[in-house]
T-cell receptor
Framework: DQQVKQNSPSLSVQEGRISILNCDYT??????FLWYKKYPAEGPTFLISISSIKDKNEDGRFTVFLNKSAKHLSLHIVPSQPGDSAVYFC????????????FGTGTRLQVTL | NAGVTQTPKFQVLKTGQSMTLQCAQDMNHNSMYWYRQDPGMGLRLIYYSASEGTTDKGEVPNGYNVSRLNKREFSLRLESAAPSQTSVYFC????WGAGNTIYFGEGSWLTVV
């Protein structure tokens, strides 16, 4: 049973436009959410996170929004750049599981010129 | 800054052979993890060690064993490799407790023929 779902396997966006990546979760115990970025042949790297006590967290071009009632989060990248082309994983954890993360299946973002 | 280092990077095994993936971190983290990544499946937790001296099963532990050798090192052993264990394996580490970022190694590509 997939507790963290990324329903869009891929997304193509023009350079300079906004990229919106979506993630849904089913486990109401999750209280911490993260986005990781992964380039081919490399390990995932941490991008941005949000605690369930917040509904928005911003870091430069990256903003994560959390809608707890809908069990939905999204990552906004503005403006998108070619270097943002990668696979993005949504992940979640809950207090009591240390930092053990449950990952989504990933969305491949391609930023075109 | 080495971060999380895992070896080997590439390995081909015959069915039934055994091997150990090695992992070391230099960030003084208490918690360490082994994940595997398969196409369309995201990253799935195999085993984790919340702190030195403890290990626990994750989502997909069958066919694997782990050893937390000391605070720095966490190894993953395949006793009798099977083609279903063909995957990319990622070691990771974090400070103890929920809400801490997990840092990943670059991955080990394992093929079982």
């Amino acid at each position: 049973d997939q507790q963290v779902k990324q329903n869009s396997p891929s997304l193509s966006v023009q350079e300079g436009r906004i990229s919106i990546l979506n993630c849904d979760y089913t486990n109401s115990m999750f209280d911490y959410f993260l986005w990781y970025k992964k380039y081919p042949a490399e390990g995932p790297t941490f991008l941005i996170s949000i605690s369930s006590i917040k509904d928005k967290n911003e870091d430069g071009r990256f903003t994560v929004f959390l809608n707890k009632s809908a069990k939905h989060l999204s990552l906004h990248i503005v403006p998108s750049q070619p270097g943002d082309s990668a696979v993005y994983f949504c992940a979640a954890s809950h207090t009591g599981t240390a930092s053990k993360l449950t990952f989504g299946t990933g969305t491949r973002l391609q930023v075109t010129l | 800054n080495a971060g999380v280092t895992q070896t080997p990077k590439f390995q081909v095994l015959k069915t039934g052979q055994s091997m150990t993936l090695q992992c070391a971190q230099d960030m003084n983290h208490n918690s360490m993890y082994w994940y595997r990544q398969d196409p369309g499946m995201g990253l799935r937790l195999i085993y984790y060690s919340a702190s030195e001296g403890t290990t626990d099963k994750g989502e997909v532990p069958n066919g694997y064993n782990v050893s937390r050798l000391n605070k720095r090192e966490f190894s993953l052993r395949l006793e009798s490799a099977a083609p279903s264990q063909t995957s990319v394996y990622f070691c990771a580490s974090s400070a103890w407790g929920a809400g801490n970022t997990i840092y990943f190694g670059e991955g080990s590509w394992l093929t079982v023929v």
